[in-house]
């Protein structure tokens, strides 16, 4: 195997899209390093994130990969789920066996800390698929953690498309604005994928065709998991198919290139009623240091061919 592949720590609340982010992540072992998975309170409460984690692992024998439970809710305000859009487990559309594996023991903010800073500088890039609360409870517990990380990849925010769970605001940062904030002032590099990009790569029936003739075994379940996932998106908007936000944060790792956006300054709202808005300073018009690679455009079948090729390879014979 590569040498230089890319170590990664994944944070994350799983519905099927950050399911398939981390079986990505593992069907490419040549070029990436999955330190962990770290989960926390989001889409569904922790209990939930915690279980799909290990339950899409058991699905593709890799339960190798420890996965540490987190936060179970923001830092300053109760939690904020949202099963409205992803049932109330988050893997609600196919019925999966209960996870035989558990959490490994540790906090994930502690874990977090811990990973990166055994390794050299430079090294660790974190993937953020939720809320940032664990992320920014690792910085407060260690201050040198951001100038230790090779950067952040997140999947969040939103500018022309507006909100998902306001009209302001993108789900991940507005369950937990201050961890945001705290992570985009934090001094490490990021890219910030937002509602503009995934908004382009939608889940057609032709892209879900694609995906169910591949042949393992954990194919059939994924496609059944994303078409029920994906039909709230489908319906509010009228759209073939819903947005596949999170494995977006991968393949950027992957494939920079089938990616653009620009190096802006980004600011987080906390206050009502645009709490939790990416404010995007897009034009340069205030003169704030950037502090975020902000990318709205993605080439979407480029992606998806990436998507399904590494969903499909993570699967380990027992």
Same mark, same amino acid.
């Given at each position: 195997?590569?040498?230089?592949?890319?170590?990664?720590?994944?944070?994350?609340?799983?519905?099927?899209?950050?399911?398939?982010?981390?079986?990505?992540?593992?069907?490419?072992?040549?070029?990436?390093?999955?330190?962990?998975?770290?989960?926390?309170?989001?889409?569904?409460?922790?209990?939930?994130?915690?279980?799909?984690?290990?339950?899409?692992?058991?699905?593709?024998?890799?339960?190798? /990969?420890? &996965?540490?439970?987190?936060?179970?809710?923001?830092?300053?305000?109760?939690?904020?789920?949202?099963?409205?859009?992803?049932?109330?487990?988050?893997?609600?559309?196919?019925?999966?066996?209960?996870?035989?594996?558990?959490?490994? &023991?540790?906090?994930?903010?502690?874990?977090?800390?811990?990973?990166?800073?055994?390794?050299?500088?430079?090294?660790?890039?974190?993937?953020?698929?939720?809320?940032?609360?664990?992320?920014?409870?690792?910085?407060?517990?260690?201050?040198?953690?951001?100038?230790?990380?090779?950067?952040?990849?997140?999947?969040?925010?939103?500018?022309?498309?507006?909100?998902?769970?306001?009209?302001?605001?993108?789900?991940?940062?507005?369950?937990?604005?201050?961890?945001? $904030?705290? /992570?985009?002032?934090?001094?490490?590099?990021?890219?910030?994928?937002?509602?503009?990009?995934?908004?382009?790569?939608? !889940?057609?029936?032709?892209?879900?065709?694609?995906?169910?003739?591949?042949?393992?075994?954990?194919?059939?379940?994924?496609?059944?998991?994303?078409?029920?996932?994906?039909?709230?998106?489908?319906?509010?908007?009228?759209?073939?198919?819903?947005?596949?936000?999170?494995? !977006?944060?991968?393949?950027?790792?992957?494939?920079?290139?089938?990616?653009?956006?620009?190096? &802006?300054?980004?600011?987080?709202?906390?206050? #009502?009623?645009?709490?939790?808005?990416?404010?995007?300073? $897009?034009?340069?018009?205030?003169?704030?240091?950037?502090?975020? !690679?902000?990318?709205?455009?993605?080439?979407?079948? #480029?992606?998806?061919?990436?998507? $399904?090729?590494?969903?499909?390879?993570?699967?380990?014979? #027992?």
């Amino acid at each position: 195997m590569a040498q230089d592949r890319h170590a990664i720590i994944i944070d994350t609340d799983p519905s099927p899209d950050d399911a398939v982010t981390f079986l990505m992540a593992l069907g490419s072992p040549d070029e990436i390093d999955l330190l962990a998975i770290t989960t926390v309170g989001g889409n569904v409460p922790l209990h939930y994130t915690t279980r799909n984690a290990l339950m899409a692992l058991e699905l593709v024998n890799r339960t190798d /990969v420890p &996965v540490y439970k987190g936060a179970a809710g923001p830092l300053m305000v109760p939690l904020e789920t949202a099963e409205h859009v992803h049932g109330r487990t988050g893997f609600d559309g196919y019925d999966l066996p209960e996870p035989k594996a558990t959490a490994a &023991v540790g906090f994930a903010p502690e874990k977090i800390v811990e990973l990166v800073m055994a390794r050299p500088a430079g090294t660790v890039t974190l993937a953020c698929l939720a809320p940032l609360t664990n992320i920014a409870l690792a910085m407060l517990l260690e201050p040198k953690l951001a100038a230790h990380l090779k950067g952040i990849v997140m999947m969040g925010g939103a500018r022309t498309e507006g909100g998902n769970i306001t009209p302001a605001a993108e789900y991940n940062i507005y369950a937990d604005p201050e961890a945001a $904030w705290r /992570v985009l002032h934090s001094g490490t590099p990021i890219a910030m994928i937002p509602l503009d990009c995934t908004h382009k790569a939608l !889940t057609t029936k032709a892209r879900m065709d694609a995906l169910r003739a591949y042949p393992q075994p954990h194919i059939e379940p994924f496609y059944h998991l994303l078409i029920a996932n994906k039909a709230y998106n489908s319906k509010q908007d009228g759209t073939d198919g819903g947005p596949l936000h999170d494995p !977006t944060v991968v393949a950027y790792i992957l494939r920079p290139e089938i990616f653009a956006g620009r190096h &802006v300054n980004v600011e987080i709202a906390l206050q #009502a009623p645009t709490r939790g808005m990416t404010v995007v300073d $897009w034009r340069s018009v205030t003169g704030k240091p950037a502090n975020v !690679t902000y990318l709205p455009d993605i080439d979407a079948d #480029a992606y998806y061919a990436l998507v $399904w090729e590494r969903l499909a390879t993570a699967y380990r014979p #027992a």
